[in-house]
């Protein structure tokens, strides 16, 4: 099993560039989620999905769209990108037991510099 | 949202040393996450607690609900668990919607 793998692993784009991050997992989970991680901010979640076709916002979802047409891959879309989305960002995904928890697994991440 | 605040947020010790890392956390859970970020960037799960204690070797967490407060203890410290430590919570409370972290600690065990 591969888990969470990321595609790709470093990006630079230019101010108003767009890019599509792909998240993908075989695990069969439910549950996948982006995040940014920036210094000083620590993980924030910018959206998540609960399952196939379905997406909702996180914490800072503004400038980002995210779409799960398949149940293995979770795409994070970024239509005109800004210096401010220069981040890593990661992708995870859990599925929930019997006791409404969820551990997550992560992706590897994506170092994303916007020039 | 929750919100939540690690201690402290850089750590030195010497190798043998026991540790203790702190978090608090402002709205009831169903669990708490304890995750380690590798020098690489790689970010594992260690535990996910919602009460007691859990021990997976040397490190031991532990969970007061009531006082919403968690601690990570690493026992006879190595310079292996140089690593960011981090705390997460159900962004809102519980359920499949994510987590928010904390800041983490930075943790240098020096040999």
């Known amino acids: 099993n591969a888990g969470v793998t990321q595609t790709p692993k470093f990006r630079v784009l230019k101010t108003g560039q767009s890019m599509t991050l792909l998240c993908a997992q075989d695990?069969?989970?439910?549950?996948m989620y982006w995040y940014r991680q920036d210094p000083g901010m620590g993980l924030r979640l910018i959206h998540y999905?609960?399952?196939?076709?379905?997406?909702a916002k996180g914490e800072v979802p503004d400038g980002y769209n995210v779409s799960r047409l398949k149940k293995q891959n979770f795409l994070l879309g970024l239509e005109s990108a800004a210096p401010s989305q220069t981040s890593v960002y990661f992708c995870?995904?859990?599925?929930?037991?019997?006791?409404?928890?969820?551990?997550?697994?992560f992706g590897p991440g994506t170092r994303l510099t916007v020039l | 949202k929750n919100e939540v605040e690690q201690s402290p947020q850089n750590l030195t010790a010497q190798e043998g040393e026991f540790i203790t890392i702190n978090c608090s956390y402002s709205?009831?859970?169903?669990?708490l996450h304890w995750l380690q970020q590798h020098p690489g960037g790689g970010i594992v799960s260690l535990f996910m607690?919602?009460?007691g204690k859990k021990k997976h070797g040397r490190l031991i967490a532990t969970i007061n609900i009531q006082e919403k407060h968690s601690s990570l203890h690493i026992t006879a410290s190595h310079p292996r668990d140089s690593a960011v430590y981090i705390c997460?919570?159900?962004?809102?409370?519980?359920?499949?919607?994510?987590?928010?972290f904390g800041k983490g600690t930075h943790l240098i065990i020096q040999p």
């Open positions: 995870a995904s859990s599925t929930i037991d019997r006791l409404q928890n969820n551990e997550q697994f």
């Open positions: 709205v009831g859970i169903s669990a």
């Open positions: 607690l919602s009460s």
């Open positions: 695990m069969n989970h439910e549950y």
């Open positions: 997460a919570v159900p962004y809102s409370g519980g359920g499949a919607d994510g987590l928010t």
């Open positions: 999905s609960v399952g196939e076709g379905t997406t």
